[in-house]
T-cell receptor, first 113, second 112 residues
């Protein structure tokens, strides 16, 4: 059974810092991996989708990498801003019949002034 | 604007009642999903549908039911058989089952 772990569970950094959020998964047979952002009491916003054949994806100040063989993905946020404060979730989709996203429990990020 | 609309935002249910959560999308996506989110836990899949008139149970389908009569709509009914229904419910859709998933803003259900 696929398990997804995100460490740390919470992180506080001063504005302007570059930071890395980690996601690990137990079954490397994935089809793709998706990073989301969730603000308190809100739905999920898709940030980046990485296919299993890709090593990384970039969108603005965000860069996500994928090392499928070691079961790890990282989300790099450059020059963090207070508006980046949110919970970040990663989710993996299996190979084969796909369909089901398995989620980690998230990293709660606070960027302070 | 294209997107996924969930309603209502907040819902209160008495013990023993069935309630239905609405999810509508205008993205022309084939696949739709319902997830449940509880504090300190990851999102868990309740039901998903790959195409109209077809749906599959997820990991925690007991006490829930769905229908998919139209491509744009995937309502979730929380029945009285669901032992612990208080949670945040999220609906999602994707073009197909292996493409990028998009989420609605969620419905918070509370049993009173």
């Amino acid at each position: 059974k696929q398990e997804v772990t995100q460490i740390p569970a919470a992180l506080s950094v001063p504005e302007g810092e570059n930071l890395v959020l980690n996601c690990s998964f137990t079954d490397s047979a994935i089809y793709n991996l998706q990073w989301f952002r969730q603000d308190p009491g809100k739905g999920l916003t898709s940030l980046l989708l990485i296919q299993s054949s890709q090593r990384e994806q970039t969108s603005g100040r965000l860069n996500a990498s994928l090392d499928k063989s070691s079961g790890r993905s990282t989300l790099y946020i450059a020059a963090s801003q207070p508006g980046d404060s949110a919970t970040y979730l990663c989710a993996v989709r299996p190979g084969g019949t796909a369909s089901k996203l398995t989620f980690g429990t998230g990293t709660r990020l606070q960027v302070t002034l | 604007d294209g997107g996924i609309t969930q309603s209502p935002k907040y819902l209160f249910r008495k013990e023993g009642q069935n309630v239905t959560l609405s999810c509508e999308q205008n993205l022309n996506h084939d696949a739709m999903y319902w997830y449940r989110q509880d504090p300190g836990q990851g999102l868990r899949l309740i039901y998903y549908s790959q195409i109209v008139n077809d749906f599959q149970k997820g990991d925690i389908a007991e006490g829930y039911s769905v229908s998919r009569e139209k491509k744009e709509s995937f309502p979730l009914t929380v029945t009285s058989a669901q032992k612990n229904p208080t949670a945040f419910y999220l609906c999602a859709s994707s073009l197909w089952t292996d493409t990028e998933a998009f989420f609605g803003q969620g419905t918070r259900l509370t049993v009173v």
